[in-house]
């Protein structure tokens, strides 16, 4: 199932009384090269983003500040994962719906990328989603 590939990656972060610090290695703390970085701000209370899934992008999404939710849908299995800190990364393989939540006033969502951004890279049909993900499974299981 793609949903049990993603996960919450627990960043290194080295504890300093003068503040804290995490950093991220391409193809090391992350299974991808980072191509592409970008953000979520000044979201407003009860705003919603996502709302699509990808062909082939890979994705790291963390709480720079605040918190929101992320629910991941891999097109038979939801689950919904609370980011509230900076140092871990919700890793999201292709092939995923995901819904972006419950934000909270001035948080910030950083999205570490594999791709260039390519809008035909984006299923934003859930039922498209829904069927080619049950083509693919069913062609895993043959
Ligand atoms: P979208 O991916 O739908 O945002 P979210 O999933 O965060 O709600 O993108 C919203 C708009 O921004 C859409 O018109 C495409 C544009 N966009 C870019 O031009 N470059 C990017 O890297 C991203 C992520 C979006």
């Known amino acids: 199932m793609n949903l049990s590939k993603c996960k919450i990656i627990d960043l290194p972060k080295l504890v300093d009384a003068r503040g804290n610090l995490t950093f991220i290695e391409s193809n090391n703390h992350i299974p991808f090269d980072i191509q592409r970085v970008y953000y979520l701000y000044d979201v407003p209370g009860g705003a919603e983003r996502?709302?699509?899934?990808?062909?082939?992008?890979?994705?790291?999404?963390?709480a720079?500040?605040?918190?929101f939710?992320?629910?991941?849908?891999d097109g038979v299995t939801k689950q919904t994962y609370h980011l509230n800190r900076s140092y871990?990364?919700?890793y999201v393989c292709p092939m995923i719906w995901r819904e972006l939540n419950n934000f909270s006033s001035g948080s910030v969502c950083m999205v570490l990328a594999s791709i260039d951004y390519d809008e035909n890279d984006y299923y934003r049909d859930y039922d498209e989603f829904s069927l080619v993900s049950l083509k693919m499974r069913n062609q895993d299981e043959n």
């Open 64 to 67: 720079m500040a605040g918190s």
């Open 50 to 62: 996502g709302g699509h899934a990808h062909k082939q992008l890979h994705q790291l999404i963390i």
């Open 88 to 90: 871990y990364g919700l």
């Open 69 to 73: 939710d992320v629910v991941l849908d």
